[in-house]
Nanobody, 122 residues
């Protein structure tokens, strides 16, 4: 089983920056990809940014040029640096981990964190 824990959310003024962190923990697993999604009230969950274990990245159109995703593979941790934040960036940000576990019943699965609230307001 893989546990996912996010941190770094909060209240920030428009134009400022925020850095989110997410760590996957557990035993007998390998991480293939990690990423961030967000969901605002009344809207569907959308991709913010993702990164594979080999370093390939993908960004949502709404954050391109303002966000940077990075990883510490040794610590199974992913970071999301968000700059020039806008009120429309307000949402719950979720970390998603695609991982494979081994043992008697190896499997590949998606794991999600509980989410961290980001509010952009003056």
């Amino acid at each position: 089983q893989v546990q996912v824990m996010e941190s770094g959310g909060g209240l920030v003024q428009p134009g400022r920056s925020l850095r989110l962190s997410c760590t996957a923990s557990g035993s007998d697993f390998s991480v293939y990809a990690m990423g961030w999604y967000r969901q605002a009230p009344g809207k569907q969950r959308e991709l913010v940014a993702s990164m594979t274990s080999t370093g390939s990245t993908n960004y949502g159109d709404s954050v391109k040029g303002r966000c940077t995703i990075s990883r510490d593979n040794a610590k199974n941790t992913v970071f999301l640096q968000m700059n020039s934040l806008k009120p429309e960036d307000t949402a719950v940000y979720y970390c998603r981990v695609l991982a494979g576990t081994w043992g008697p019943s190896p499997t590949d699965s998606d794991y999600w964190g509980q989410g961290t609230q980001v509010t952009v307001s003056s």
